[in-house]
C-alpha cells in the first residue's frame, strides 16, 4: 500500500507558473512510476506528466509539452510538476498516483494502483 498526499496548488494568474509535489509514503519500494493526472470540471480525468522511478525517463501529455516539467527525488520519495506558462484551460484538480506495473504506457490511467486525494489549481485570465 502507498499513500500519496499532492501539495502546491492554488490560484495563479495566465501566464504564471505554479509548482506542485506529491509526497509519497508506504511500500514505497514497490513503486515503478509516478504520474499526474488532472480533471477539469464536467471532463474525464486525463493525463498529464509521468517519470519512471527506476531510470527516470518521462512522458508528456501533448498539451502540457513546453510547459510542464516532471521531476522526482527518489530519496523523499516526492515527484513534482513544475508548470510554467499557465493557461486557462490548465484548470483542474490534479492528482499524483503510482504504480507498481511495468508493462504498459505510463500514460494509461488505468495502470495506475494508488491515488492521492488531489489538489485544485485555478488559472485566472
Known amino acids: 500500500q502507498v499513500q500519496l498526499v499532492e501539495s502546491g496548488g492554488g490560484l495563479v494568474q495566465a501566464g504564471g507558473s505554479l509548482g506542485l509535489s506529491c509526497a509519497a509514503s508506504?511500500?514505497?519500494?514497490?513503486?515503478?512510476?509516478m504520474g499526474w493526472f488532472r480533471q477539469a470540471p464536467g471532463k474525464e480525468r486525463e493525463f498529464v506528466a509521468a517519470?519512471?522511478?527506476?531510470?527516470?525517463?518521462?512522458d508528456y501529455a501533448d498539451f502540457v509539452k513546453g510547459r510542464f516539467t516532471i521531476s522526482r527525488d527518489n530519496a523523499k520519495n516526492t515527484v513534482y510538476l513544475r508548470m510554467d506558462d499557465l493557461k486557462s484551460e490548465d484548470t483542474a484538480v490534479y492528482y499524483c498516483?503510482?504504480?507498481?506495473?511495468?508493462?504498459?504506457?505510463?500514460?494509461?490511467?488505468?495502470?495506475?494502483?494508488?491515488w492521492g486525494r488531489g489538489t485544485q489549481v485555478t488559472v485566472s485570465s
Open positions: 517519470i519512471s522511478w527506476s531510470d527516470g525517463n518521462t
Open positions: 498516483a503510482a504504480r507498481e506495473r511495468i508493462y504498459y504506457p505510463r500514460s494509461w490511467l488505468r495502470s495506475y494502483d494508488f
Open positions: 508506504g511500500r514505497t519500494f514497490s513503486m515503478n512510476a
